[in-house]
């Protein structure tokens, strides 16, 4: 009786270390929120070539990598005047959509490259429509890393980076 209960616990141990080498690590740590509703927002690592190592880091951490990265921001830049600029203006003073260069914020979160993700892939309200077909995740994380540049420019905050903390 002994033996069976010793070698049961055993094997239970050995299942559940396998179990555990099966199971990826978790790849994802960052939990996105629906700007509009703060609900969960599913955002899947892309399974092709947009799954950079930058992509990879900002589901990871949250920080964006391409912030302060000359190329990634000049990539950044030509995507922004094609995409945002009519609305949010060149240098991002604000027009139809809110400025970036100020500290207020429709939604809070958007003082981290999080929350303007979040923006990115779901949409808010009006005019503020998804991009999540229309830029990969990696161009939306360029396109962030140029809103930063516009704020360093025009010497206001450049908190940016980081993952919203304490919410
Ligand atoms: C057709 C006009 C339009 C375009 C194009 C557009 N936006 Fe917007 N954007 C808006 C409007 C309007 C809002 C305000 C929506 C709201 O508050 O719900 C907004 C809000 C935002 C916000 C949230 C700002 C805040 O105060 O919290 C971010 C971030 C943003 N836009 C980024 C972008 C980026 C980056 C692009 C280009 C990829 C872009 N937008 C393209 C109109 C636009």
Redesign the pocket.
């Known amino acids: 009786m002994k033996t069976t209960a010793a070698a049961f616990a055993a094997f239970a141990a050995f299942a559940a270390a396998l179990l555990a080498l099966a199971t990826p690590a978790p790849a994802a740590a960052v939990e996105f929120r629906h700007?509009?509703d703060d609900k969960p927002l599913d955002v899947p690592l892309p399974l092709d070539e947009a799954r950079t190592e930058a992509v990879e880091t900002f589901h990871k951490t949250g920080e964006n990598p391409y912030i302060g990265n000359a190329q990634a921001t000049e990539e950044g830049a030509t995507?922004?005047a094609e995409?945002?600029a009519?609305?949010?203006m060149p240098e991002g003073s604000g027009g139809?959509?809110?400025s970036?260069l100020d500290e207020?914020?429709?939604?809070?979160r958007?003082k981290t490259a999080v929350?303007?993700f979040e923006?990115?892939w779901a949409g808010?309200?009006?005019?503020?429509?998804s991009?999540k077909d229309?830029?990969s995740q990696d161009d939306?994380l360029k396109?962030?890393a140029?809103?930063a540049d516009l704020r360093r420019q025009a010497g206001v905050g450049e908190e940016m980076a980081k993952q919203p903390e304490g919410e």
């Open positions: 700007p509009l995507l922004y995409n945002c009519a609305c949010h139809m959509g809110p970036f207020q914020w429709n939604y809070p958007n929350g303007q923006v990115l808010a309200t009006g005019a503020m429509q991009f229309r830029l939306m396109v962030i140029q809103i």
